[in-house]
C-alpha cells in the first residue's frame, strides 16, 4: 500500500509531467509501447519493478513527496521485512514481506495483536530514551516465537530499530527484522535483549525484559 493520495497510476503520471514528456516519450525512456504507459496512469496495470525503481530514485532526487511519504513508499517496496511504528503501538506501515509473515497466522488473525509483545518493547523502549531521541539505534534479540517454521530453524530474531520522524514529528520506531539461524538463543523463551548504541551518555547500555505469559 502506497502513502495516502498516492498509487503508482499518479506516481507514473508525475513522472512523465515532471519531465514534460508525452507518453509515446515516457515509453521510449522505459522500452515499452504507449499503450502501456496508458494503462499504467489509468490504474488498470503496474509498471515492471525496473519502472518502479526509476521512479522511485526520481522521487527521492526531486523530493516530490514529503519525508515520511518517501520513508513510506521505499518501505512498502523493500524485499526485507520492515515496519513503522508509533510510541502507541500503532502500525503507520510495513513492507509485504512483514505484513505477510508477522501480522498474519493461519487463522487469519494478528499474532502480534495475540500478545502483550509490542506493548512491551515499547515500554522497555521508552525507558531508556529511545522516543526521546537520546539514541541513534536498538537492536532487539528475542528468540523465534510466531512461526513454527522459524521456531524449528533456531537461532534468533534480530530487529534493528531506528528513531524516525513521522507526520506529526514525533519519534516513531523504523524496523527491520531478520531471523539469525546460526545466532546463540537467548536463555529462556520470552527472554529480550536490547541494546541501545549512540547514547548520548556515550556508551551502550543493554536493557533485558520478558514477554508476558512466558
Request: hydrophobic share 40%; aromatic share 6%.
Amino acid at each position: 500500500m502506497l502513502p495516502k493520495g498516492q498509487d503508482w497510476a499518479k506516481l507514473c503520471r508525475d513522472y512523465r509531467e515532471r519531465h514534460g514528456l508525452k507518453q509515446e516519450a515516457m515509453a521510449q525512456d522505459f522500452n515499452v509501447d504507449q499503450s502501456a504507459v496508458s494503462r499504467w496512469e489509468r490504474g488498470i496495470r503496474e509498471p515492471s519493478l525496473q519502472v518502479k525503481q526509476a521512479i522511485l530514485e526520481d522521487v527521492l532526487r526531486n523530493r516530490t513527496l514529503a519525508p515520511d511519504q518517501t520513508m513510506r513508499l521505499l518501505m512498502e517496496q523493500s524485499g526485507s521485512a520492515v515496519a513503522l511504528w508509533q510510541k502507541d503501538g500503532t502500525l503507520l506501515g510495513a513492507s509485504p514481506r512483514f505484513e505477510r509473515e508477522a501480522l498474519s497466522n493461519d487463522n487469519g488473525g494478528s499474532l502480534l495483536q495475540d500478545t502483550q509483545v509490542l506493548a512491551h518493547i515499547m515500554h522497555i523502549l521508552n525507558e531508556h530514551g529511545f522516543f526521546d531521541g537520546d539514541v541513534l539505534l536498538a537492536v532487539m534479540k528475542i528468540n523465534p516465537f510466531l512461526q513454527p517454521r522459524r521456531v524449528e530453524a533456531g537461532g534468533v530474531i534480530v530487529v534493528s530499530m531506528f528513531p524516525m520522524h513521522d507526520v506529526g514529528d514525533e519519534l516513531a520506531v523504523l524496523a527491520v527484522h531478520d531471523h539469525d539461524v546460526f545466532a546463540q538463543p537467548l536463555d529462556n523463551a520470552g527472554d529480550i535483549q536490547i541494546t541501545f548504541a549512540g547514547s548520548k551518555a556515550g556508551q551502550s547500555q543493554i536493557a533485558y525484559g520478558r514477554i508476558p505469559g512466558f
